[in-house]
Nanobody, 117 residues
Framework: QVQLVESGGGLVQSGGSLRLSCALS????????MGWYRQAPGKQRELVAV???????NYADSVKGRFTISRDNAKNTVYLQMNTVKPEDTAVYYC???????????WGRGTQVTVSS
């Protein structure tokens, strides 16, 4: 059974930095495309960043140049380095693991990020 466990959320001041981590267990991490999504109160869940099994990355326009997604296949972990955070980055951040060809799509429980102004 695949499990995703996020960590690293918390309260940070505007302009500060935070690093989120997501550890996958129960399957072969290197085969998955990994993503970070977020959902603010009253809003739909949105894609923040994604990294493919081959290491290609894609970002939402709102975080380009500020956030960096990376993965460590040896540790079965994906990271989201968040720099120069803004109050509008406040949301619950969810980790996602996909293997489209196999029909796999797994979610973590989320970690709260709150940016104070």
């Amino acid at each position: 059974q695949v499990q995703l466990v996020e960590s690293g959320g918390g309260l940070v001041q505007s302009g500060g930095s935070l690093r989120l981590s997501c550890a996958l267990s129960g399957s072969i991490f290197s085969l998955f495309a990994m993503g970070w999504y977020r959902q603010a109160p009253g809003k739909q869940r949105e894609l923040v960043a994604v990294i493919t099994s081959g290491g290609s990355t894609n970002y939402a326009d709102s975080v380009k140049g500020r956030f960096t997604i990376s993965r460590d296949n040896a540790k079965n972990t994906v990271y989201l380095q968040m720099n120069t955070v803004k109050p509008e980055d406040t949301a619950v951040y969810y980790c996602n693991a996909k293997r489209l060809g196999a029909g796999f799509d797994f979610w973590g429980r989320g970690t709260q990020v709150t940016v104070s102004s």
